[in-house]
């Protein structure tokens, strides 16, 4: 719930931050791109998450919000579902902890949707491997 709670508030910061252009001090650290450490510990996450991680397409990554314990990305990829049927490209916010070492994976509301839509995005090649 705590988390939730969080995403929630985070979507709302990302809002504000895009209107001036990057994060200000006040807000995050930086906006910028995943290392490959995090990186690395989002494909992880996506593996331990998603239904079948192995059958990701047309994977993109959006630059990162990093505060001083962690950051949020969002992903934006086509894998499938429980079913077996790919259900189109769409987001998820991935929140890493850089203490901890790990992300964590959760489906992106209309509210996150939106603020997602105003970061840049990379492709994410880690995931078609």
């Avoid at 650290?29 to 998603?50: G, M, N, Y």
């Amino acid at each position: 719930m705590n988390l939730c709670r969080t995403l929630a508030v985070l979507s709302l910061l990302l809002i504000p931050v895009q209107a001036v252009g990057f994060a200000t001090p006040a807000l995050a650290e930086e906006l910028r791109w995943p290392t490959d450490t995090e990186r690395s510990q989002i494909v992880a996450a996506i593996r331990d998450t998603f239904p079948d991680p192995y059958s990701i397409r047309d994977a993109e990554l959006s630059q990162m919000l990093a505060f001083d314990q962690g950051g949020f990305v969002c992903l934006y990829a086509n894998s499938k579902n429980r079913f077996g049927g790919y259900s189109g490209r769409q987001y998820s916010i991935v929140g890493v902890r850089f203490a901890e070492k790990r992300a964590e994976i959760h489906p992106a509301v209309a509210d996150d949707i939106e603020a997602c839509k105003k970061l840049a995005f990379r492709a994410f090649a880690e995931l078609s491997r």
